[in-house]
């Protein structure tokens, strides 16, 4: 049985990720409107990995006799990006959940519930790739300087990204 104060914080994440995924959905609408088919495609890859990650939450209260509580979902915070700004706002968001996560897994570890702790092994591993590709492009914007030609072989690469199949 989980506590009541691990199942709100779980419950808290579930919202987080489907926050993360509300926003990502308005970066590849950004990234369409910049002209941009591989951000645009990144980032809605991005959309449904968060769904997966609101889902893994959602089913693992459950799992634990749980009651699953949703709440509301904020507007995200994305208008008038650039390239940059987009992966900017995507790593300051992913080291937000990385905080999350590490909140959780303290709050876990001092009740001694090992299952939640165990559970959330996944997401800390997940947050440290979720920030690394995120920095990744960063750098390569950076590189490049706004040099359309720079960008347009940055678009392809993330044109080049595949839905996971794990
Ligand atoms: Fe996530
Ligand atoms: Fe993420």
Redesign the pocket.
């Known amino acids: 049985m989980l506590s009541d104060n691990i199942q709100a914080a779980l419950n808290k994440q579930i919202n987080e990720e489907l926050e993360?995924a509300y926003a990502y959905l308005q970066m590849a609408a950004e990234g369409d409107r910049l002209g941009l088919p591989g951000f645009a495609n990144w980032f809605r890859l991005?959309y449904g990995?968060?769904l997966a990650?609101a889902d893994r939450f959602f089913n693992y209260i459950l799992e634990r006799n749980g009651e699953v509580k949703l709440d509301a979902i904020a507007k995200p915070d994305i208008a008038d990006e650039t390239p940059l700004s987009l992966f900017e706002k995507a790593l300051a968001?992913?080291k937000h959940?990385s905080r999350c996560i590490f909140a959780l897994k303290d709050l876990a570890k001092s009740e001694s519930d090992h299952a939640t702790d165990v559970f959330l092994e996944w997401f800390v591993t997940?947050?440290v790739e979720?920030e690394a590709a995120a920095q990744a492009v960063i750098d390569q914007l950076r590189l490049v300087e706004g040099s359309p030609n720079g960008l347009f072989m940055i678009d392809r690469e993330l044109a080049a990204r595949q839905p996971e199949t794990a």
């Open positions: 993360s991005q990995e968060e990650h968001h992913e959940i997940e947050q979720e």
